[in-house]
């Protein structure tokens, strides 16, 4: 089976950094998700990683480290409208079944 | 707006009643997925159809259903209903063409669904 974990919650402040870490370890790896869920609301992409390294979408960044199992999406200049639950998930194998960690609540403060 | 169109958003129901959710993929989407998602719980995947073929199965119960028809719609049925089934039902949808795996979800609104 997958095992995926992530924080349970994170606090910030308006236009702080956070980063959430997130550690996996799967039957195969076919790439590494980073999904934004608002309370109440579909989840929406963030990013996707299958190479180790940093990708750098605008505030929003994401790393991957295949070989320690671990991933973490870096926001940047945090704004109100980041609260929201960050959902990292992971593509175990060549059958899609993308499997999701619990979440981790980011609340962002004044 | 992702494009995939989730019917009912609520649904309130007793125990032991059956129920049916619907699922309108992205316009040119071959797959569907079906999620559960409980206060308690993350995402739990249920099953995944890929133009009218089933092509995945998770943790999903016997007392659920799931098919995907030539328009390439899906419906999710829930019978003998328990108070634990209480959740949001997600559908999901993706081009998949069968070349690419990892292609990025478009998830609906969820359906609310309250067993009482």
């Known amino acids: 089976g997958q095992n995926i974990d992530q924080p349970t919650e994170m606090t910030a402040t308006e236009g702080a950094i956070v980063q959430i870490n997130c550690t996996y370890q799967?039957?195969?790896?076919?790439?590494l998700f980073w999904y934004q869920q608002h309370a109440g609301e579909a989840p929406t992409f963030l990013s996707y990683?299958?190479?180790?390294g940093l990708e750098e979408k605008g505030r929003f960044s994401s790393f991957l480290s295949r070989s320690k199992g671990y991933s973490y999406l870096l926001l940047k200049e945090l704004q109100m409208k980041d609260s929201a639950s960050y959902l990292c998930?992971?593509?175990?194998?060549?059958?899609?079944?993308?499997?999701f960690g619990a979440g981790t609540t980011v609340t962002v403060r004044a | 707006d992702s494009g995939v169109t989730q019917t009912p958003k609520h649904l309130i129901t007793a125990t032991g009643q059956r129920v049916t959710l619907r699922c309108s993929p992205r316009?040119?989407?071959?797959?569907v997925y079906w999620y559960q998602q409980s206060l308690d719980q993350g995402l739990q995947f249920l099953i995944h159809?890929?133009?009218?073929?089933?092509?995945a199965k998770g943790n999903i119960l016997e007392r659920f259903s799931a098919q995907q028809f030539p328009d390439l719609h899906s419906e999710l049925n829930l019978s003998s209903l328990e108070l634990g089934d209480s959740a949001l039902y997600f559908c999901?949808?993706?081009?998949?063409?069968?070349?690419?795996?990892?292609?990025?979800?478009?998830f609906g609104s969820g359906t609310q669904l309250s067993v009482l």
């Open positions: 999901a949808s993706s081009a998949r063409t069968g070349g690419s795996i990892n292609e990025k979800l478009f």
């Open positions: 799967t039957s195969g790896f076919n790439g």
């Open positions: 990683n299958v190479l180790d």
């Open positions: 998930a992971v593509s175990p194998s060549n059958d899609y079944k993308l499997s």
């Open positions: 316009s040119g989407d071959l797959s």
């Open positions: 159809y890929y133009n009218g073929e089933e092509r």
